[in-house]
């Protein structure tokens, strides 16, 4: 298994967990893009935290949030993908 490949499982891991956790999702768009956003903070946070306080045990959760986005990420592609869209504003 390649770096890569590693990483994509861990994208499809973090998937996994979310349908578990959170169940089937019919968000529309928008919303979709305000979780991304979220997600996206959250690796800001940490990406901080990482530049004000060092790598030591901050590079470990700065990964997860960025397996996190990922996650997202390709849930809204998942979504469009198979044409079951909800639409909204």
Known sequence: MT???A??????AERDSQDAK??????SLPVWNAILA?????VAEAALTVAFHGEEGHLDHL???LIQVAAVAVHIIE????GDW????
């Open 22 to 27: 959170w169940g089937p999702q019919t968000h």
């Open 7 to 12: 990483i994509y499982a861990d994208i499809s």
């Open 86 to 89: 909800v639409r909204g504003v």
């Open 38 to 42: 979220e997600e996206c903070g959250e």
């Open 79 to 82: 979504k469009l993908d198979s």
């Open 3 to 5: 770096h890569r490949d």
């Open 63 to 65: 990964r997860e949030e």
